[in-house]
């Protein structure tokens, strides 16, 4: 009598075979889908068109940056209604992994209850941001400003009728209320406790920004979500500020123009695995070291380097180096676990290598050159790089190569000339922006034009009928990670508010050992954030305060960077809580628990080189 209830306690709310709600969802899915496919095509054709137009013609259009903010917010909060639709928002889940499947689920419904509560507690006031700014006029376009303001409350509409629909189809009759009244109680729990919390002064910074964050986070809530409930919960609850200043600054986290790079380079990396093009170099750099021990370990290093340089996603990255070498590896004995290992820590090696969407990041925040960033960033990658060969070099001595057969040198030079169009393309990238033909958002678009013709008329190779999917890839994950940048920028301002800032400040200010204990606090506090938060929230977070404190005590900017990010890959990368770790694992087909044992080695020397980056400061700044 047991299964007949257990199968009616995991029915979903509006029942499987309710025909009428699946075809709303699908229905307002493409309502949404396609403009957000739209807007990137758009963005690529207006970017492009600018850089034509100023670098070709001499006629700048002035009206070009404007157009393509007005359009970035929109597929910015298109593309977080379509990543929320396909439950795609980046959350950490060690923790729900650890779970019983009953448990999960009902963890899973709650997340979902909670970022609907955030969306219905804020949609009215972006109504009101958004009336409020249909005053003022554009200064080049010459329109309100309201176009462009609306995509904030549109947007977090389409969310919340997803998260319902979402939360209706996902979990039992019994889960859905158990989830809304816990939300609901924690709620009015803390609204009653406002008398009590308006006389802990600071002391809320660590109610909010640390419990209720943390609590948020580990029980699976979306990183964006889990940020944007407890900034408000602080700013509602613990001072008088209008919630509308805090939808005003999320949106200026998300109006950054050099953002726009990140959906562009995600389009680029989509676009370079569908033309051939990271085959086509994989192919190259195996013809030369494939016939040594642990010679394809040593391309897969090489590889993710030349593939991180044009694509900018470590997800696009591995998943594009792997399927090519992984087949090969496995034949020669590879263990599958000590590929994925490999695999998540080649993904933190070549975080710096440009264009990282973390260096433009930390750019936009920070003020620091792009274009030194991307100088910067070369190096360091090769540094880890080579650390991580040496355990290769250690590991693969036993390596049976008889079957082996050594490329002639015939063979290496038509592979050669066949890669030779896609080994160009990142240093074409790098060039047009030190060169100045573009700047590092207009950059990706002479990316994505140089694949296009390179996929059609010299690798014949080029799916059209997959770029509809690409372009709403791209607008999802764009989404994701741009709303990830709004909700943080809210958080940050909120901490600047009650002086977290200042207060840190002089904390790092005071660190004994000047410099050098400046530096190895920021490696122990920013792998630890890696490893939870993930490198943009992290950076949009303490970027701003941590790199003045940078330079008052002499560590150059782009040299604190790179150990910033190095930090944080590893974080990002290391078991059991890095998102990049299971990552890893997913794309290689490998449980997490057999890739285990052979992280540490790799671990190991990824710290190893990250503190010869930090400690020997030309590594970054050599070339600058």
Not at 55 to 75: C, Q
Not at 146 to 152: D, E, I, P, V
Not at 474 to 490: C, D, M, R, S, Y
Not at 555 to 579: C, D, K, Q, T
Request: contains cysteine; glycine residues 10%.
């Amino acid at each position: 009598m047991q299964a007949p209830a257990a199968a009616y306690a995991a029915r979903p709310v509006i029942g499987s075979s309710s025909g009428f709600f699946d075809r709303c969802e699908r229905l307002l899915g493409l309502a949404v889908e396609i403009p957000a496919a739209a807007l990137v095509l758009a963005e690529i054709f207006v970017l492009l068109a600018g850089v034509i137009a100023r670098y070709a013609f001499h006629a700048p259009l002035v009206w070009g940056d404007e157009l393509a903010s007005i359009l970035f917010l929109w597929l910015s909060m298109l593309g977080a209604v379509v990543a929320l639709r396909r439950g795609e928002h980046m959350r950490m889940t060690a923790l729900l992994a650890r779970c019983a499947p009953g448990t999960r689920a009902w963890l899973d419904t709650v997340a979902i209850a909670a970022s609907l509560a955030f969306l219905l507690v804020v949609f009215p006031h972006a109504l009101e941001y958004a009336s409020e700014e249909a005053i003022v006029t554009t200064p080049a376009l010459e329109i309100s400003n309201a176009w462009r303001a609306s995509a904030l409350p549109i947007g977090f509409g389409l969310m919340a009728v997803f998260a319902l629909l979402r939360l209706l189809r996902v979990g039992s009759a019994r889960q859905v209320l158990g989830a809304l009244a816990a939300v609901a109680a924690i709620i009015g729990l803390l609204v009653l406790a406002q008398p009590l919390l308006a006389g802990l002064g600071k002391i809320n910074l660590v109610i909010f920004f640390v419990g209720v964050v943390a609590a948020n986070v580990f029980l699976g809530v979306p990183i964006a979500f889990s940020f944007a409930l407890a900034t408000f919960g602080y700013l509602a609850l613990t001072t008088h500020t209008p919630m509308m200043v805090l939808v005003g600054r999320m949106d200026e986290g998300m109006s950054h123009l050099i953002l726009l790079a990140v959906p562009m380079f995600i389009f680029l990396g989509l676009l370079i695995e569908m033309t051939g093009m990271a085959r086509a170099m994989i192919g190259f750099l195996a013809s030369l070291l494939g016939h040594v021990r642990g010679g394809l370990s040593y391309v897969l290093i090489g590889a993710m380097y030349l593939v991180s340089g044009i694509s900018g996603s470590k997800v696009a990255d591995m998943a594009a180096v792997a399927p090519a070498l992984f087949p090969e590896m496995r034949k020669r004995g590879a263990q599958p676990g000590n590929l994925a290992a490999l695999l998540s820590c080649t993904g933190a090696q070549t975080e710096t290598i440009p264009p990282s969407i973390v260096l433009i990041t930390i750019g936009s925040v920070t003020g620091v050159s792009i274009a030194a960033l991307f100088t910067g960033g070369l190096l360091p990658g090769a540094a880890l790089g080579l650390v991580l060969a040496l355990i290769v070099w250690r590991r693969s001595r036993g390596e049976d190569l008889s079957q082996v057969r050594r490329a002639p040198a015939r063979e290496i030079l038509r592979l050669m000339a066949v890669a030779l169009p896609a080994l160009l393309l990142p240093f074409f990238i790098r060039a047009a922006v030190v060169e100045g033909v573009a700047t590092a958002t207009e950059v990706s678009t002479l990316g994505i034009a140089y694949s296009v013709l390179a996929g059609l008329l010299l690798y014949r190779r080029f799916e059209w009928q997959r770029l509809p999917r690409m372009l709403i890839d791209t607008a999802a994950l764009a989404g994701a990670i741009i709303f990830i940048v709004g909700a943080a920028t809210g958080m940050a301002w909120g901490l600047t508010q009650s002086g977290f800032s200042r207060d840190l400040a002089d904390v790092m200010a005071r660190l004994p050992g000047g410099a050098i204990g400046f530096l190895l606090v920021s490696i122990v506090a920013f792998t630890i954030l890696g490893s939870v938060l993930e490198g943009i929230p992290a950076i949009v977070l303490f970027g701003p305060l941590l790199f003045p404190i940078a330079r008052a005590v002499g560590v150059n900017e782009v040299h604190y960077a790179m150990v910033v990010i190095l930090s944080m890959g590893v974080g990002l990368f290391a078991p059991p809580f890095g998102v990049g770790y299971y990552g890893a694992c997913a794309i290689s087909k490998v449980s997490p628990d057999e890739v285990m044992p052979y992280m540490w080695g790799y671990l190991g020397a990824l710290v190893v080189g990250v503190l010869l980056v930090a400690f020997i400061p030309w590594i970054s700044t050599g070339f600058l």
